[in-house]
């Protein structure tokens, strides 16, 4: 069974930094995607950053040149690093992930619980 568990979300100022983490308990046979989404109050949750299969990274508008994405494979973790916070980008952070558990099964997609960041003064 796969899970995935978020950590370092927090309350942060305007300017700061915040490195997220999420880590994942279980196997899997290949993985087509994983990343990050937020979703602020009132809003639909939107892409932050992922990581396609083969290494590529992509990233959503608000988080280009201020937010980096990384995975330690040895850790089974992915990684998140915030710099340059705004208030905007308050919202419940969440960990994603697109595979297949197993070869020849479906793709499945698996979300953590999520993180809360706070951006304020």
């Known amino acids: 069974q796969v899970q995935l568990v978020e950590s370092g979300g927090g309350l942060v100022q305007p300017g700061g930094s915040l490195r997220l983490s999420c880590t994942q308990s279980g196997s899997i046979f290949s993985s087509r995607f994983t990343g990050w989404y937020r979703q602020a109050p009132g809003k639909e949750r939107e892409l932050v950053a992922g990581i396609v299969s083969g290494g590529r990274t992509n990233y959503g508008p608000s988080a280009k040149g201020r937010f980096t994405i990384s995975r330690d494979n040895a850790k089974n973790t992915l990684y998140l690093q915030m710099n340059n916070l705004e208030p905007e980008d308050t919202a419940v952070y969440y960990c994603?992930?697109?595979?297949?558990?197993?070869?020849?099964?479906?793709?499945?997609?698996?979300w953590g619980q999520g993180t809360q960041v706070t951006v304020s003064s």
């Open positions: 994603y992930l697109d595979a297949r558990p197993a070869p020849g099964s479906p793709d499945t997609i698996y």
